[in-house]
C-alpha cells in the first residue's frame, strides 16, 4: 500500500499543486485549516504531515504542539511550509521538531527529494527499533543459548552502528572514509596513551575495545538535523550554527533511547559521552556544556583530535581539503586550548602511522 501524506494549507492552489505533484507516489489528504488536520488524524494517521505555518485560527505552530502531546501522532515527521524563508522562522520550526523546511513556490524535485529523504529515514529508523526488539526478545526467550545470542546481538549491533553512522555520513556530503579513519586514529592514540603509562586506570582492554566500537558514532545526531544546514556549501548563520550544534546533544539522546536496553552500561556511557562531548575543549569554550579540562570525558578528548584532523584533511560540500602538514600544525598549536596537552603530544608522535592509515584508506 502507499504511504500517506498529508497536506495541510489554507490555499487551495498549494494544495491542489502539491497534490499534483505527489499524487503518483502517495496517497495524499488534504485540510484546509489545523483544526480540520486535526479531524483528519482522529481518522487516519499519515506516514508524514506536510503542514503550513502561516494559516488563520491555528498556526502551524499551534498544530505542531497538539500533535506533540498525542502519543498516536507525536512521531509522525512534519515538513514545515513557508513562504518566508527567513532563518529565525527556519531555526523555529527546527526548534519545534520538524525534520525539514520548504519553500514556496513549490519546485516539484526538491518536494518530492524532501520527502522522499525523510520517509527513507523515518522507515530505517523503524527497521532499526524492529530489530533491536525482535533480537532482545529473542535473548529473553532462549536463554540457554544466551552466550550465542549475546555474541549475535553484538555482531548485529555494531553493523547497524557502521549502517547509521555511513548513512549520516552520506547525509553529510564526506568524501568517503571518515569513520573508518577516525576509528583507526582513536585506537592508536589509546594504545598509545596507555603504553606511555597514561590514563592506565581508565584505559583497560574492555574500556578500549568500547571506545573503538563506539567511534563511528560520534555524529549520529546528525541524523536530526536537516539537509538544508548539513549541506549548505558556504557558512552558516548563527542560528543555523546553533541548530547545528545540537546534534551533539541528539547523539546522546540517541544513544540513549535506542542503545541502553540492548548494550552493557560500559559500552552505552562510552558512546554517550563521545557523541555528547566530542565538541567539547580543553579550555572550555566549546559546546554543549563548556567542560574544561578532565571534567571532559577521556573518550570525547581522544575522539576530538582524531575527528578535528580527519575533517581538516577531507574534502567538504564547504571546504578543500587540507593537507597533513598544516593539520598537523593546527593540532599542536590548539594543543592546550582545544585538544588536551597529552593527546594532541601523543597524536603528533603517531604521525607515521596516522599517514599510513591516510595512503591506505
Excluded at 119 to 147: F, G, P, T
Amino acid at each position: 500500500m502507499q504511504q500517506m501524506i498529508l497536506i495541510v494549507d489554507d490555499n487551495r492552489s498549494n494544495i491542489k499543486i502539491a497534490q499534483t505533484i505527489l499524487e503518483k507516489d502517495y496517497r495524499v489528504g488534504a485540510a484546509l485549516s489545523g483544526r480540520k488536520a486535526l479531524q483528519f488524524l482522529s481518522l487516519a494517521v499519515p506516514d508524514l504531515i506536510l503542514l503550513d505555518i502561516n494559516m488563520p485560527q491555528m498556526s502551524g505552530f499551534e498544530v505542531m504542539e497538539a500533535l506533540q502531546q498525542n502519543e498516536k501522532w507525536k512521531n509522525i515527521p512534519i515538513i514545515f511550509l513557508t513562504a518566508n524563508a527567513e532563518p529565525q522562522i527556519e531555526a523555529k520550526c527546527f526548534k519545534m521538531g520538524a525534520v525539514d523546511f520548504i519553500s514556496k513556490p513549490f519546485v516539484p524535485e526538491v518536494i518530492r527529494n524532501r520527502i522522499n529523504r525523510t520517509l527513507e529515514l523515518q522507515a530505517y529508523r523503524k527497521n532499526l527499533e524492529d530489530a533491536v526488539r525482535h533480537q532482545s526478545k529473542q535473548i529473553l526467550q532462549q536463554a540457554e543459548e544466551l552466550a550465542h545470542k549475546q555474541q549475535e546481538l553484538m555482531s548485529i549491533q555494531q553493523e547497524v552502528i557502521i549502517g547509521m553512522a555511513n548513512l549520516i555520513e552520506g547525509r553529510d556530503d564526506s568524501t568517503g572514509g571518515h569513520i573508518k579513519r577516525t576509528s583507526q586514529y582513536v585506537e592508536l592514540i589509546a594504545r598509545s596513551l596507555r603504553d606511555k603509562g597514561k590514563f592506565t586506570d581508565i584505559l583497560s582492554d574492555e574500556y578500549i575495545e568500547n571506545l573503538c566500537k563506539a567511534a563511528p558514532m560520534h555524529d549520529i545526531g546528525k541524523i536530526c538535523i536537516s539537509d538544508i544546514i548539513l549541506k549548505k556549501p558556504g557558512g552558516l548563520t548563527e542560528e543555523e550554527f546553533e541548530i547545528m550544534k545540537k546534534h551533539a546533544e541528539q547523539g546522546g539522546n540517541v544513544i540513549s533511547s535506542t542503545m541502553a536496553k540492548i548494550e552493557k552500561k560500559e559500552f552505552v556511557d562510552i558512546a554517550f559521552d563521545i557523541a555528547t562531548y566530542h565538541h567539547e575543549k580543553w579550555n572550555g569554550n566549546g559546546y554543549p556544556q563548556g567542560l574544561t579540562q578532565e571534567n571532559i570525558p577521556l573518550s570525547a578528548r581522544i575522539m576530538a583530535v582524531a575527528d578535528v584532523f580527519d575533517a581538516l584533511v577531507s574534502k567538504r560540500c564547504y571546504k578543500e581539503a587540507m593537507d597533513s602538514e598544516e593539520a598537523f600544525k593546527i593540532i599542536e598549536a590548539s594543543s592546550g586550548t582545544h585538544f588536551d596537552p597529552e593527546i594532541a603530544k601523543v597524536f603528533i608522535e603517531l604521525r607515521n602511522n596516522i599517514e599510513e592509515i591516510m595512503e591506505d584508506d
